[in-house]
């Protein structure tokens, strides 16, 4: 069971803006270390989305936005496209764990 | 254009050693911390460690005692073993470079291609 979590699924419809939460603790977004956000295509390997909390690497769309709040995080994804139709992962670092940890994952699907 | 190829041997049996390298073709070698993370069939991304060039490693405190994460700083390469491996380790395992986003926080930028370790009698 991962020290952040996240929804397991989440759907909507093409140009419908969608949020992407991913709740942590006190030792992990609590303690102020950065969130980064990955997508997932199927059969591929992740790719960086957000690094930073809310920095996007370059040729990711501006429709692509993070934020963080205390325990939290969000990725924020507008103007749904059927290619934003994939896995998407949050990560940061845990110092209770002492590693390195990742969300369980939220599978988006485009209707 | 940094590139990272990754490559090992498999299957493998129960009790047996994963072994895998990631070669780093292009950029810096020696500024970043180098990473293997693997993710189960299904499953969510796992991080096991990361070494940086002067071989100073962290692991996974819950593979640490099964893991050794190796650099070959001559050869721009960086290794993986996993002893005493079961179907649990059965998984895709990547070689990533750790980039900072702060100065306690990294960020995976550069994947491997990935590779499927099957674990099986």
């Known amino acids: 069971q991962s020290v952040l979590t996240q929804p397991p699924s989440m759907s909507g419809a093409p140009g419908q803006r969608v949020i992407i939460s991913c709740t942590g603790r006190?030792?992990?977004?609590?303690?102020?270390?950065?969130v980064q956000w990955y997508q997932q295509l199927p059969g591929t390997a992740p790719k960086i989305l957000i690094y930073?909390?809310?920095n996007r690497p370059s040729g990711v769309p501006d429709r692509f936005s993070g934020s963080k709040s205390g325990t939290s995080a969000s990725l924020a994804i507008s103007g749904l496209q059927a290619e934003d139709e994939a896995h998407y992962y949050c990560?940061?670092?845990?110092?209770?764990?002492?590693?390195?940890?990742f969300g369980g994952g939220t599978k988006l699907t485009v209707l | 254009q940094v590139q990272l190829h990754q490559w090992g041997a498999g299957p493998l049996k129960p009790s047996e050693t994963l072994s895998l390298t990631c070669a780093v073709y292009?950029?810096?070698?020696?500024?970043?911390?180098w990473t293997w993370i693997r993710q189960a069939p299904g499953e969510g991304l796992e991080w096991i460690g990361e070494?940086?060039?002067?071989?100073?490693?962290n692991y996974n405190p819950s593979l640490k005692n099964r893991v050794t994460i190796s650099i070959d700083t001559s050869e721009n390469q960086f290794s993986l073993k996993l002893t005493s491996v079961t179907a649990a380790d059965t998984a895709v395992y990547y070689c990533?470079?750790?980039?900072?986003?702060?100065?306690?926080?990294?960020?995976?930028?550069?994947w491997g291609q990935g590779t499927l370790v099957t674990v099986a009698s």
């Open positions: 990533a470079r750790a980039d900072p986003s702060s100065y306690d926080s990294s960020f995976y930028s550069v």
């Open positions: 292009g950029g810096s070698f020696n500024d970043y911390y």
């Open positions: 070494v940086n060039r002067y071989g100073g490693t």
């Open positions: 006190i030792s992990n977004i609590g303690t102020g270390y950065d």
């Open positions: 930073g909390n809310n």
């Open positions: 990560q940061t670092y845990d110092n209770s764990v002492r590693a390195w940890v």
